[in-house]
């Protein structure tokens, strides 16, 4: 079983959509439960609104669910304080931060790195603008040259989540340009897989 915990020190950064998508990568790949531990229980509105192809289970009734499972994605409430964040990565073979490429979330963002120490965690970007804009890489040089390891996928800004939401699926269903988000997500997956060290 590997568990992966999508976290972020600030809502709006894509963290629930980031663990339904991942939740979604896995489930090709065997038996999945997301555990929505957000307070906005995101992802259980989402499958509520239409359905996605693994269970969403709120953290107070997911013990009873995970045993067995191939891959569990937990989704946690967003701003953890320093120790909430340690008990996250040590809970977890993966911890993911979900960052935006702003200059707002650089310092949030070194502190979250030096919370963590030693853990095993990368940063992702999320909701990056489209070309010809650079923020995405401007911002993952800087994690990088700041010593924080961070994904090269980044997630593009892009309608088809809000539309992908309303209909309670994941984007990987639709069609046309609206699915693009979903080869970020793919990316990311394979990225993910190779640092869990699954074949």
């Known amino acids: 079983m590997k568990i992966v915990t999508v976290t972020g020190y600030k809502g709006g950064c894509g963290k629930s ?22 307070p906005n229980r995101t992802s259980i509105a989402w499958g509520e609104r239409g359905q996605l192809p693994f269970i969403v289970a709120d953290e107070r009734k997911a013990m009873k669910i995970v045993q067995g499972r191939d891959f569990i994605v937990i989704d946690t409430p967003a701003r953890p304080d320093s120790s909430d ?15 935006l490429p702003d200059v707002v979330s650089l310092e949030p963002m070194l502190q979250t790195a030096s919370d963590l120490g030693n853990a095993s965690y990368k940063a992702l970007l999320t909701i990056v603008p489209p070309k010809p804009s ?5 911002m993952r040089d ?5 010593g924080i390891p961070v994904f090269d996928t980044m997630i593009r800004r892009t309608a088809g ?3 992908a939401a309303l209909a309670g699926i994941p984007i ?16 990311l997956g394979k990225e993910i897989l190779e640092v869990l060290g699954h074949e």
């Open 17 to 38: 959509v980031t663990a339904i998508h991942l939740a979604t990568f896995f489930s090709a790949l065997g038996d999945v439960v997301l555990v929505d531990g957000d």
């Open 172 to 187: 990987r269903e639709l069609t046309g340009r609206d699915r693009l988000g979903w080869l970020d997500y793919e990316s």
């Open 161 to 163: 989540f809000q539309k």
């Open 142 to 146: 800087d994690l990088k040259a700041n």
């Open 85 to 99: 964040l340690k008990e996250l990565a040590e809970g977890a073979d993966l911890l993911i931060l979900p960052t």
């Open 134 to 138: 650079r923020e995405g890489e401007t």
